[in-house]
């Protein structure tokens, strides 16, 4: 896929962090401009930097995708600048609001799903009224396996995450007329952490739970968000892709499951001890 989005112009939200940032790096190896937002205004000059050391453009639009000033920049700026948006790949999204169902608030909740799927439809709107007056584009958000299998502790993330989903579907056939494609990828347990900030037996704990005995890094992911957004994916709309190592295929994890590792038969280095 070398140079494949030579020409293109693509925009990345929650551009940041761990998966964002691997992301906007991605697609700038691959030859495209690339327009990035998050509200970190460091972190997002530094990913700036990695994105132009690969001889492409970048441009910085900092603030909050729930904010529609914010998107009406990102995007509308971005096409006056660099010509139009091929590209919309939303990633920006809280983690970390844990919080027990009864322990919850309004203003809780409405953070969440403010920041995680208001800026989706914004961004996308936004987006896509371009791209349709073009007749072609992609819209990729980020979904989780909490959209269909409950996390303990983050019912306003997790409800977030499954309006994802379902607005992923909605737009794939709202938009699929005018030569629109929309998708989304959920990725599983990943390590968006500073490097060397969380512990290697924390990390090979985490995995064990993982049938591909890891835990996932954000350059896992970077990749199925190119291809999503390449020719070889013109026939994909309207699905959410799992990138996590096979966790959503099981129905237990292997330490209290009936047939446990200890019984797999001894043929090479298994993944997960």
Not at 110 to 120: A, G, K, M, T
Request: proline share 4%; net charge negative.
């Amino acid at each position: 896929m070398s140079r494949t989005f030579e020409g293109k112009v693509v925009v990345v939200t929650g551009a940041g962090g761990g998966i964002g940032s691997a992301v906007a790096v991605r697609f700038a190896e691959l030859g495209a401009d690339v327009a990035l937002n998050d509200v970190d205004e460091v972190k997002t000059k530094a990913v700036a930097e990695r994105v132009e050391a690969a001889d492409v453009s970048a441009r910085r639009v900092i603030g909050d995708a729930s904010d529609a000033s914010v998107v009406d920049d990102l995007i509308g700026g971005t096409i006056d600048e660099f010509g139009s948006v091929d590209v919309l790949v939303n990633t920006a999204g809280l983690i970390g609001q844990t919080r027990h169902f009864l322990d919850a608030d309004e203003e809780w909740w409405d953070r969440v799903l403010r920041v995680n799927l208001r800026s989706v439809f914004l961004c996308s709107h936004r987006a896509a009224r371009h791209m349709a007056q073009r007749g072609s584009g992609v819209i990729l958000s980020t979904s989780s396996g909490g959209a269909t299998k409950a996390h303990r502790g983050e019912a306003a993330y997790d409800a977030s995450k499954g309006g994802i989903e379902a607005l992923t579907r909605a737009l794939a056939l709202d938009l699929g007329p005018y030569g629109i494609r929309v998708n989304a990828v959920s990725p599983g347990s990943i390590d968006v952490a500073p490097a060397g900030s969380v512990s290697p037996d924390v990390l090979a704990e985490r995995g064990r739970t993982v049938p591909l005995g890891r835990v996932g890094v954000p350059q896992d992911l970077a990749d199925t968000y190119t291809f999503l957004a390449s020719d070889a994916a013109q026939y994909i709309s309207g699905v959410v892709v799992p990138v996590d190592g096979g966790m959503l295929a099981q129905q237990r994890s292997p330490q209290v499951d009936i047939f446990g590792l200890d019984r797999y038969p001894a043929v090479g280095p298994l993944a997960v001890k």
